[in-house]
């Protein structure tokens, strides 16, 4: 037996060593990572020596907070491990955390543009956990979703035309609106399940679009209506994109939140078990129409109040904003985000508003390069970048 075999003392202080040695690789090798990506994010946003500071600031808190990376799983895809200090914060503060870091992003965002993206991005985020109770929760293949947010918009619209009410009282009514809109879709095609459903509320989608095309008399056709108001809070009228940026923000949040404890709830575990089989969920019990209904009554309130919000930022509404093309882009956000998890779509929304953006150095390879980078997203991340958790049976699998 010689002196460097496995069980021999030397042995094992020999593999502990060399053990050391590959943790301290992974950590280097990850902290250089962290600042890639990092610097590669905040670069168009914070300039050169402000990025390098952050991308800098961001391995170190990677490096010396990660010292435990071993329960990595290998061969999974985390090119940046959590650090350690992260894991070990309650839910609630990591929120808080999280929520304060937001609603101080635009005092570190100088440029009015940046913020605007962002304002964007949000509202989409909106959008795309209005689209995530349909698809990713109840399991339907929706395609006319942006029908719901063009409704919202244009009521919020018509309201402030005519009757001179403001975002924040007409903000009920334009999601009534769309949740109305969902019931009234869902109620016929509730029998049709797949592409079949997916071609009928494609169909829906265009109804809408073409309506407001031509119904000049309501809706201004091709030209869309114009002059609407911006809001005001207490007199204090909100018009820059930092205000914009709050509100969408605040928003999101509340939508995120809804979907969270509704996903937790009795009508959540319905949703996944119509989801996984809606035969079997019947038999079980669960009113597979009812539940359905609902999903398509709040995937279009949250719709609404996205598109409310859309027309008092933009303060002119048209057909040519609410495109089929904007329901695809939905649809990939959730798809590429995670389907069924409300932070997975939150985060597809952000990267698909964002990274386009980004990529504004690359000229006229801009799309190119998205469209490969969406391609290799879905080639490696199948159930996008952030799946659903499956729940886990005691002492079962």
């Not at 985390?78 to 350690?84: E, F, K, L, R, T």
């Not at 309506?211 to 609407?228: E, F, K, Q, R, S």
């Not at 949040?253 to 809606?278: H, L």
Request: proline share 4%; with cysteine.
């Amino acid at each position: 037996m010689g002196a460097n075999d496995a069980d021999s003392p030397q042995g094992a202080a020999n593999g502990v060593k060399d053990d050391s040695v590959a943790a301290d690789h992974r950590r280097a090798f990850e902290a250089l990572g962290a600042v890639a990506l990092t610097g590669a994010i905040t670069l168009p946003f914070t300039g050169l020596i402000g990025s390098l500071a952050i991308a800098v600031a961001a391995g170190l808190f990677q490096y010396y907070s990660s010292g435990d990376a071993s329960h990595i799983k290998r061969g999974s895809w985390q090119p940046i491990a959590v650090p350690q200090i992260v894991r070990t914060l309650h839910p609630k503060l990591k929120g808080a955390i999280a929520a304060v870091f937001l609603l101080l992003l635009p005092l570190l965002l100088l440029q009015r543009y940046q913020i605007e993206v962002l304002t964007l991005g949000l509202l989409y985020a909106t959008l795309a956990i209005g689209l995530n109770y349909i698809v990713g929760l109840c399991g339907l293949l929706v395609l006319g979703y942006i029908a719901f947010y063009a409704i919202g918009a244009y009521a919020y619209a018509l309201l402030n035309l005519h009757f001179g009410i403001g975002l924040f009282a007409a903000w009920p009514l334009a999601m009534l609106a769309g949740a109305l809109a969902g019931l009234l879709v869902g109620l016929p095609v509730m029998r049709l399940r797949g592409d079949y459903l997916a071609i009928v509320t494609l169909g829906f989608g265009e109804i809408v679009r073409i309506v407001l095309n031509n119904w000049d008399a309501v809706t201004a056709g091709p030209n869309g209506i114009m002059g609407i108001a911006r809001p005001s809070l207490f007199g204090w009228k909100l018009t820059s994109p930092s205000a914009y940026y709050i509100l969408a923000l605040l928003l999101t949040c509340v939508a995120f939140y809804t979907q969270s404890r509704m996903i937790k709830s009795r009508i959540g575990r319905a949703w996944e078990a119509i989801r996984e089989d809606e035969l079997a969920a019947a038999h079980c019990g669960v009113p597979v129409v009812k539940m359905k209904l609902l999903a398509m009554a709040m995937g279009g309130l949250w719709a609404g109040a996205a598109g409310a919000l859309f027309a008092s930022r933009m303060t002119h509404v048209s057909p040519e904003s609410f495109t089929f093309l904007e329901s695809v882009l939905v649809l990939c956000m959730v798809v590429l985000g995670g389907m069924g998890n409300p932070i997975g779509v939150s985060v597809g929304a952000v990267s698909l508003i964002v990274l386009p953006e980004l990529l504004r150095g690359a000229a006229g390879y801009r799309m190119l390069a998205f469209g490969l980078l969406l391609v290799l997203a879905m080639r490696y991340r199948r159930e996008g970048f952030l799946p659903m958790r499956r729940l886990k049976l005691a002492g079962g699998n």
